[in-house]
């Protein structure tokens, strides 16, 4: 039982550049959630998705597209990289939403645009 | 504007002692609060939570206290040892919000000293 995994853990790109981060999770969750983290700063929720197929728009969803083709895995693309979205990305995942909310997190995906 | 809010950047603690890091929020819809640990180059991990139809929830050393009326919470956790050294973010969420994720505040770094 691995949890919610990210691909790749490490990442740099040039400005204009695109690109896709994986996750993935084992544990049948319905829920799932890309955040962002940038220094001094709490997670903010980019895309969520609450079932295969399913995607919606959180906090700070520009610069940003959600594919959930299947129900483990949950992609996050950046079609052309700006500077701003240099920070680390977080995917979690949940079972439920209306009772026991707890997310479960991936380890992060770090990202550098230069 | 900020709807959860860790004032506290820092704390340091010895240990054996309690440490008490706090929560305030400013949208009275929140209805579900939780406390997550995060440390350096991993993904947060869930550690207790708290519904707003209780003041108190206890899991081993870690105590959640949720003071509705002043929209204030805090995680006490006792005794304090080194392995809790972390960043530590509060977190909330309201069931209609729609599976829309949780809003986190900006953490605060908890230093246990020997």
């Known amino acids: 039982n691995a949890g919610v995994t990210q691909t790749p853990k490490f990442r740099v790109l040039k400005t204009g550049q695109s690109m896709t981060l994986l996750c993935a999770q084992d544990?049948?969750?319905?829920?799932m959630y890309w955040y962002r983290q940038d220094p001094g700063m709490g997670l903010r929720l980019i895309h969520y998705?609450?079932?295969?197929?399913?995607?919606a728009k959180g906090e700070v969803p520009d610069g940003y597209n959600v594919s959930r083709l299947k129900k483990q895995n949950f992609l996050l693309g950046l079609e052309s990289a700006a500077p701003s979205q240099t920070s680390v990305y977080f995917c979690?995942?949940?079972?439920?939403?209306?009772?026991?909310?707890?997310?479960?997190f991936g380890p992060g995906t770090r990202l550098t645009v230069l | 504007d900020q709807q959860v809010k860790q004032n506290s950047p820092s704390l340091s603690v010895q240990e054996g002692r309690i440490s008490i890091l706090n929560c305030d929020y400013t949208?009275?819809?929140?209805?579900?609060f939780l406390w997550y640990k995060k440390y350096p180059a991993e993904g947060p991990t869930f550690l207790i939570s708290?519904?707003?139809?209780?003041d108190k929830n206890e899991d081993g050393r870690f105590t959640v206290f949720l003071n509705k009326s002043a929209k204030h919470l805090s995680l006490h956790i006792v005794p304090s040892q080194p392995g809790d050294s972390a960043v530590y973010f509060c977190?909330?969420?309201?069931?209609?919000?729609?599976?829309?994720?949780?809003?986190f505040g900006k953490g605060t770094h908890l230093i246990i000293q020997p």
């Open positions: 979690a995942s949940s079972f439920t939403w209306t009772l026991l909310r707890e997310q479960f």
């Open positions: 949208n009275s819809m929140f209805d579900y």
């Open positions: 708290i519904s707003s139809i209780k």
């Open positions: 977190a909330a969420s309201y069931s209609g919000g729609g599976a829309d994720g949780l809003t």
């Open positions: 544990m049948n969750h319905e829920y």
């Open positions: 998705s609450v079932g295969e197929g399913t995607t």
